[in-house]
């Protein structure tokens, strides 16, 4: 059984895409499943669309088409005012077709975020990421206090999700629990996706 878990994320500095690339490390960890690493583009304030149709560098844009294939799927972006990033809100404004049609009902997500001020709302944004995934139906992990990381941790890392404390002007070198907490989520939803399917 081949299974593949979209990771999909906005990042500006370059932390939020570091934490996605631990989280699809966690997910290939788990034989059988692989990980879909896809990004968002920015968008304009004035035009409220996105501003370039492909990446300079780094993965590809995501399509509607990532989400209505992948098995399961990892939502990261840095926190803006306790939210999410507005091109990561306006690409899933873009997903009600697959709404109408249930095409994530059932699949297992978390989400993942990184915020420059260690209180920057890190678990508010985490759970306005988790809003869209319920309506669509899908089945939420976080992360279980039974890993140690969660209380060793003194920068990123929540039981909502992995998040990292990035200060300064560009991306910032993940702790080594922020790692493990990302990498966690990886495997719990590689792991969660496989039994869903033998369960169907």
């Known amino acids: 059984m081949s299974m593949e878990i979209l990771v999909l994320y906005y990042s500006r500095k370059g932390t939020t895409a570091e934490l996605a690339r631990q989280v699809c490390r966690g997910i290939e960890s788990v034989s059988g499943v692989s990980a879909r690493l896809r990004t968002v583009p920015p968008v304009s304030a004035s035009t409220e669309a996105s501003e370039k149709p492909v990446p300079e560098q780094g993965p ?4 509607m088409d990532d989400l209505a294939e992948c098995d399961g799927l990892a939502l990261g972006s840095p926190a803006r005012f306790g939210n999410m990033a507005a091109p990561m809100k306006y690409f899933l404004d873009q997903s009600s077709g697959l709404w ?8 297992p997500a978390g989400v993942f975020t990184s915020t420059s001020s260690l209180h920057g709302g890190q678990e508010s944004t985490l759970l306005s990421m988790m809003l869209p995934l319920f309506h669509h139906g899908m089945i939420l992990l976080g992360v279980p206090y039974t890993d140690g990381n969660l209380g060793k941790t003194r920068s990123g890392g929540t039981p909502y999700g992995p998040s990292a404390f990035a200060p300064g002007p560009g991306p910032s070198k993940l702790e080594k629990e922020e790692i493990a907490i990302a990498r966690l989520l990886g495997q719990r939803l590689a792991q969660t996706a496989l039994k869903l399917a033998v369960a169907k």
């Open 60 to 63: 590809p844009y995501a399509s």
């Open 100 to 107: 109408l049609k249930g095409a994530l009902a059932d699949k």
